[in-house]
């Protein structure tokens, strides 16, 4: 009976945030619920936005910083920027700052499905627009398949911008090939549209217990509209038809 109960709410949750108002893309990197005890972690994220009618592509820049303060509670800083292709001499400019915190739920294997909490607190870089939000992070294993969701509410606030509360919704199912290789499909749905497509994932090992975790997508956007900006996606004027994205985490300890 627990294990259909906690299916169930899995599902629920993905299936609520799909009619759930949230501007901007919402593609990023799934997260999942796992704090590691003195983790320490160095991550860069390259979201690579394509656009069919002629219009100059850009490129959304993360820059992060993480570290466990305990078994449960993981503090992050990040750093947003963009560089708008075709502009000369801009280069990557800063468009928004991050402080998020992940409280681990669950113990691993506890229940059949593994929960966790992502607190977020956010701030354009030039105007006076602010963002608090939380995600609630699910993980399932049956099998050599992992299913994991991604479900965020924000409210946005500021002289800068017209209060409201806005939703995000990620979800990924991969299959284990090896560490090295996890084939996966990834789906990204809010206000603005659904971008859809595959993906993988990887780690490789180093010595002293360090690791260098890797994503690499490809996801095609579904009945998009355009959008203003916002904080439930990378900060842009209009939503592209195909986004390329590349994460890199490196941890240690």
């Given amino acids: 009976m627990r294990t259909n109960k906690n299916t169930l709410l899995l599902l629920l949750a993905m299936t609520a945030s799909l009619g759930v108002k949230a501007d901007g893309i919402s593609v990023n990197r799934i997260e999942n619920p796992y704090v590691q005890p003195l983790e320490h972690e160095i991550a860069y994220q390259l979201l690579d936005l394509n656009y069919d009618n002629n219009r100059v592509g850009s490129q959304i820049h993360q820059f992060e910083y993480g570290h466990a303060l305990n078994d449960r509670w993981l503090l992050e800083f990040e750093v947003l920027g963009q560089d708008q292709q075709g502009q000369q001499n801009q280069g990557i400019r800063v468009q928004a700052y991050e402080v998020a915190a992940k409280y681990q739920l669950t113990e691993q294997g506890e229940f059949s499905n593994d929960w966790g909490l992502q607190f977020e607190v956010e701030k354009l870089h030039d105007e006076d627009t602010w963002g608090v939000g939380v995600t609630l992070i699910g993980l399932r294993e049956f099998g050599r398949f992992v299913a994991t969701v991604n479900l965020g509410v924000e409210a946005e606030f500021g002289r800068d911008i017209e209060d409201e509360i806005e939703s995000s919704l990620g979800a ?17 749905r809010n206000q ?37 900006d916002g904080f439930a996606g990378p900060i842009i004027d209009s939503v592209p038809e195909r986004v390329v994205k590349l994460s890199l985490e490196y941890e240690f300890y």
């Fill in 172 to 188: 990924q199912l991969k299959y284990r090939v090896s560490p090295k290789f996890e084939p996966a499909v990834e789906i990204f």
């Fill in 192 to 228: 603005a549209g659904t971008f859809i497509g595959p993906s993988a994932l990887g780690q490789v090992r180093f010595s002293g217990n360090r690791k260098l975790f890797w994503d690499l997508g490809w996801l095609f956007g579904i009945n998009n509209e355009s959008s203003e």
